[in-house]
Nanobody
Framework: QVQLVESGGGLVPAGGSLRLSCTAS????????MGWFRQAPGKEREFVAG???????TYADSVKGRFTISRDNAKNTVYLQMNSMKPEDTDVYYC???????????????WGQGTQVTVSS
């Protein structure tokens, strides 16, 4: 049974930083691409960043230069370091796993439960 567990969300002032973590179990983590998505109520789940099994990242334009995705295959964990945060970054953040790096949420096989991130102005 595959499980993805996110942690690290919370409340941060504008300009601040947070680091999200997502630990996977039940899959061969090093063979999977990992993605971070976010979703506001009533909106579609939006791609934020992804990282291939090889470690090559991809970012949404809205977070380039501010967010950094990384992975530690020894710990089965993917991270999202978020700096220079803005109120519009407020959302529930989800991690996801799939064999290939995709930017479309429906393509992913496995999802975490989500963690709330709130940026105050």
């Amino acid at each position: 049974q595959v499980q993805l567990v996110e942690s690290g969300g919370g409340l941060v002032p504008a300009g601040g930083s947070l680091r999200l973590s997502c630990t996977a179990s039940g899959l061969s983590f090093s063979n999977y691409a990992m993605g971070w998505f976010r979703q506001a109520p009533g909106k579609e789940r939006e791609f934020v960043a992804g990282i291939r099994w090889s470690g090559v990242p991809t970012y949404a334009d809205s977070v380039k230069g501010r967010f950094t995705i990384s992975r530690d295959n020894a710990k089965n964990t993917v991270y999202l370091q978020m700096n220079s945060m803005k109120p519009e970054d407020t959302d529930v953040y989800y991690c996801a796993a799939d064999r290939s790096l995709r930017t479309v949420a429906r393509a992913y096989d496995y999802w975490g439960q989500g963690t709330q991130v709130t940026v105050s102005s």
